[in-house]
């Protein structure tokens, strides 16, 4: 993937305020929050480019499988 464009963006502070907490409900950091409704209005409006690159995957990476057993939690087992 090619490097990502860094944009400065000025906001009214009560857009910003509501654009975070609309983040906050749905898992997202601000500035994934605000590409996500962009690429929408982009998309609704028939103006997002062919070429325009699927948005990066967010959140942890998946858990490797090391090959190795899980062991459960002391006092789980019975003896």
Known sequence: MSERKKVLL????AIHDAVARWAADELRSTNAQIEFLLRRALS??????NNAGKP??????PKEDSGSEVLDPPGTVEE
Do not use: F
């Open 10 to 13: 000025r906001l009214d502070p």
């Open 56 to 61: 990066p995957k967010r959140g942890r990476p």
């Open 44 to 49: 609704q409006a028939g103006r997002l480019p």
